[in-house]
T-cell receptor, first 115, second 112 residues
Framework: SAVISQKPSRDICQRGTSLTIQCQVD?????MFWYRQQPGQSLTLIAT?????????ESGFVIDKFPISRPNLTFSTLTVSNMSPEDSSIYLC????????????FGPGTRLTVL | KNQVEQSPQSLIILEGKNCTLQ??????????LRWYKQDTGRGPVSLTI?????NTKSNGRYTATLDADTKQSSLHITASQLSDSASYIC???????????FGKGTKLSVIP
């Protein structure tokens, strides 16, 4: 299995500011994903982080609001830009192993509160 | 649109009792169906995985069943413990894809 860490684990931010969330994996992985989990809701895929190229965004999510970087096979960042209270959620990083196992492993999540 | 519906939304049981959580899905065909446990403030952790041809899968006190004809799955928890208090999420994976469809989860509270 893959061990995933996220920083920060939680944060409280002011409206209009931006927050960058880091995701670090202990082994090389092929796929890295970013999810959002709003209160009482299921996980929603924001985007797939592609190494060395632009992320692939799902419908309803745009790069200007959620810029993503993935400089190598073990690290990715998600920025939540120009935040509003509606962005208050848990943001989760997940990965698929280098050898396809049909398993996504999830990070511990970053709990974001926007005031 | 692919959907995964879970019931009940929440459940409170006494420590030591058994319970069963339900999952109905529309994803068809599918690659696999997983049950995840998500503790408060943590990421989901996989409990069981079943492919289309499997009917049941156990992991300790957790037993998942799958009826592909009726597109239903259940997660049975035996002899519940306080540490079982968490959200349980049913997730269905599309074939040859990284696409996952998540249920909203069932929030289980085990009380002394």
């Amino acid at each position: 299995s893959a061990v995933i860490s996220q920083k920060p684990s939680r944060d409280i931010c002011q409206r209009g500011t931006s927050l960058t969330i880091q995701c670090q994996v202990d082994s090389q992985v092929t796929m890295m994903f970013w999810y959002r989990q709003q209160p009482g809701q299921s996980l929603t895929l924001i985007a797939t982080a592609n190494q060395g190229s632009e992320a692939t965004y799902e419908s309803g999510f745009v790069i200007d609001k959620f810029p993503i970087s993935r400089p190598n096979l073990t690290f990715s960042t998600l920025t939540v830009s120009n935040m509003s209270p509606e962005d208050s959620s848990i943001y989760l990083c997940s990965v698929e192993a280098l050898i396809r196992t049909d398993t996504q492993y999830f990070g511990p999540g970053t709990r974001l509160t926007v005031l | 649109k692919n959907q995964v519906e879970q019931s009940p939304q929440s459940l409170i049981i006494l420590e030591g009792k058994n319970c069963t959580l339900q999952c109905n899905y529309t994803v068809s065909p599918f690659s696999n169906l997983r049950w995840y446990k998500q503790d408060t403030g943590r990421g989901p952790v996989s409990l069981t995985i079943m492919t289309f041809s499997e009917n049941t899968k156990s992991n300790g006190r957790y037993t998942a069943t799958l009826d592909a004809d009726t597109k239903q799955s259940s997660l049975h928890i035996t002899a519940s413990q306080l540490s079982d208090s968490a959200s349980y999420i049913c997730v269905v994976r599309a074939p040859r894809s990284y696409q996952l469809t998540f249920g909203k989860g069932t929030k289980l509270s085990v009380i002394p």
